[in-house]
């Protein structure tokens, strides 16, 4: 088992910039690639940004290409993702998922999930 625990969510004024951390415990994190998934009122959860397990690969979706950025640092267990020029629309729950293997964008591929962080951006 992995467990996730995301901070760093809160209310933010469009333009601005927020960091979300998800640090992980329990079994092993080597080999685990991370995603980043959001979820906004009466909307599906959809894919944010995902990240291999040595960092090579990084994966986006097209709504938050060049304004989110993910990394990694697996000596602290903790993913991260800093998001810049923040928009209303990127309000949503934020959650963190990891697997063991690949790096996907798909929500089926991820086995472990988090429980939330709460992103509020206001016009």
């Known amino acids: 088992q992995v467990q996730l625990v995301e901070s760093g969510g809160g209310l933010v004024q469009a333009g601005g910039s927020l960091r979300l951390s998800c640090a992980a415990s329990?079994?092993?994190?080597?080999?685990?690639?991370m995603a980043w998934f959001r979820q906004a009122p009466g909307k599906e959860r959809e894919f944010a940004a995902a990240i291999s397990w040595i960092g090579l690969t990084t994966l986006y979706a097209d709504s938050v290409k060049g304004r989110f950025t993910i990394s990694r640092d697996n000596a602290k267990k903790t993913v991260y993702l800093q998001m810049n020029s923040l928009k209303p629309e990127d309000t949503a729950v934020y959650y963190c998922a990891a697997r063991f293997g690949g790096v996907y964008n798909t929500l089926t591929a991820y086995d472990y999930w988090g429980q939330g962080t709460h992103v509020t951006v206001s016009s």
């Open positions: 329990g079994r092993t994190f080597i080999n685990t690639a």
